[in-house]
């Protein structure tokens, strides 16, 4: 799956989001991604998760096979 795709999807579902992405393999499916977001305030690392895994869910059911997440707050940063 092409980064520029991966990005869109994650802004979508958060809007103000700061996103790094690294292709682990070459492969285009195996993802390294920081999402920093202010919609991660007061969440847990769990919640956060979800929400960046929510707004893949379709993607991670087939071209993407695994996704290393670290979440952070602007101010975490």
């Known amino acids: 799956m092409r980064k520029e795709d991966i990005e869109a999807r994650i802004r ?10 690294r292709d682990l393999t070459g492969t285009a499916d195996h993802w390294e991604a920081l999402v920093v977001s202010a919609a991660f305030a007061g969440k ?5 998760h979800r929400m960046v895994f ?5 993607e991670m059911k087939g071209p993407i096979h695994a996704l290393t997440l670290k979440t952070k707050t602007p101010e975490e940063v």
Do not use: K
Request: hydrophobic fraction near 50%.
């Open 44 to 48: 847990s690392l769990i919640e956060r």
């Open 12 to 21: 979508a579902a958060l809007p103000d989001a700061r996103i790094e992405l």
């Open 54 to 58: 929510g707004a893949l869910s379709e």
